[in-house]
């Protein structure tokens, strides 16, 4: 199972928005609603901010919103906070009954 | 709260074995399962299979077979990862998380992490 492909890096200035994509295949972000995305600033251990493409758990801002289209999903951080400032991995169920994570987006607040 | 802890750092040579602990609390150990992930030097999350609390039946991901052990003891609700004969490119940091039965995608929350260093 290839990893899902997410860009290295996005940037924004401080209450920009910035949206992070992740590109999957019908074999897993396309056949289930069952992406979720993961914070992990640096040094400390991942973090649920969206599950099943758009839902957030509770504590986490209503500045965090996912979607999705197809074998693609997105995050979007609106108003961004230098405390966003992280490491950021989509995640999805697959066909084969396992989870695959993406290959990571570094979010830097200019 | 809900909480997982795992054992702390280890340093082992090439050949050897490690058992990471995750003990967990704060929820009813049987209602979610505990998965595993790796995370090497630099990389992105890896997921290894997960463990069911019930059964104690763990599930392993292409890749993570036949060095790699999963088990619970479920009288001190904790669920280990052992694995043998280590290579230098077992070097990570290896995670504890709990999920939902079904596969909903919700590891939440992780285990601070265990970093295993393999290094003559």
């Known amino acids: 199972q290839s990893a899902l492909t997410q860009p290295p890096s996005v940037s924004g200035s401080p209450g920009q928005s910035v949206t992070i994509s992740c590109t999957g295949t019908?074999?897993?972000?396309?056949?289930?609603?069952?992406v979720s995305w993961y914070q992990q600033p640096p040094g400390t251990a991942p973090k649920l901010i969206i599950y099943e493409v758009s839902n957030r758990p509770s504590g986490v801002p209503d500045r965090f919103s996912g979607s999705k289209s197809g074998n693609a999903a997105s995050l979007t951080i609106s108003g961004l906070q230098a405390e966003d400032e992280a490491d950021y991995y989509c995640s999805s169920y697959t066909t084969s009954s396992t989870y695959v994570f993406g290959t990571g987006t570094k979010v830097a607040v200019l | 709260q809900v909480q997982l802890v795992q054992s702390g750092s280890e340093l082992k040579e090439p050949g050897a074995s490690v058992k990471v602990s995750c003990k967990t609390s704060?929820?009813?150990?049987?209602?979610?399962?505990v998965n595993w992930v790796r995370q090497a030097p630099g990389q992105g999350p890896e997921w290894m299979g997960w463990i069911n609390t019930n059964t104690g039946i763990p599930t392993y991901v292409q890749g993570f077979t036949g060095r790699y052990v999963f088990s619970l003891d479920t009288s001190v609700r904790t669920a280990y990862l052992q694995i043998s004969s280590l290579k230098t490119e077992d070097t990570a940091v290896y995670y504890c998380a709990r999920d939902t039965y079904g596969g909903r995608s919700m590891l939440d929350p992780w285990g601070q992490g265990t970093l295993v260093t393999v290094s003559s």
């Open positions: 704060g929820y009813t150990f049987s209602s979610y399962t």
């Open positions: 019908s074999s897993d972000v396309g056949s289930y609603n069952r």
